[in-house]
């Protein structure tokens, strides 16, 4: 009995030993895996460091200045733009315009409404 004890007593430190080393090279292979994310995350930041200095210099006023000045055709304000209120005309009202045309000519047929919060009965 005793070297049955002794017999599974090594081969259960052998299969530990395995078990530990297995685990040891687990987590070196994750290790080397993380320092390469954090290889990416610090090249991505300083990707992002890059356009962000760039976005800033493309939005530079003085540059903006000059393009719009070579590319747009405006002027100053004048006074006989500047109306009061009340000389604003009011918005026209939204007129179904084929609509109107087709009944009209009475082409259109009425459409009964339909009410959606009414449930409609079922057959049983």
């Not at 992002?48 to 493309?58: C, H, N, R, V």
Request: overall charge positive; cysteine-free; glycine content about 4%.
């Amino acid at each position: 009995m005793p070297r049955i004890f002794h017999a599974f007593a090594i081969v259960l430190l052998i299969g530990s030993a395995v078990y530990v080393y297995k685990v040891k090279y687990d987590t070196m292979a994750l290790t080397s895996e993380v320092a390469r994310l954090n290889k990416l995350i610090a090249a991505e930041q300083d990707r992002i460091a890059f356009l962000k200095a760039e976005w800033q210099g493309l939005n530079r006023p003085d540059r903006l200045q000059k393009i719009s000045d070579a590319n747009a055709d405006l002027v100053p304000i004048g006074t006989q733009q500047i109306v009061r209120w009340q000389d604003v005309p009011d918005r026209p009202s939204d007129v179904d315009m084929i609509g109107d045309k087709l009944s009209t000519l009475g082409l259109v047929e009425p459409v009964a409404s339909v009410n959606p919060s009414k449930s409609v009965a079922r057959k049983q």
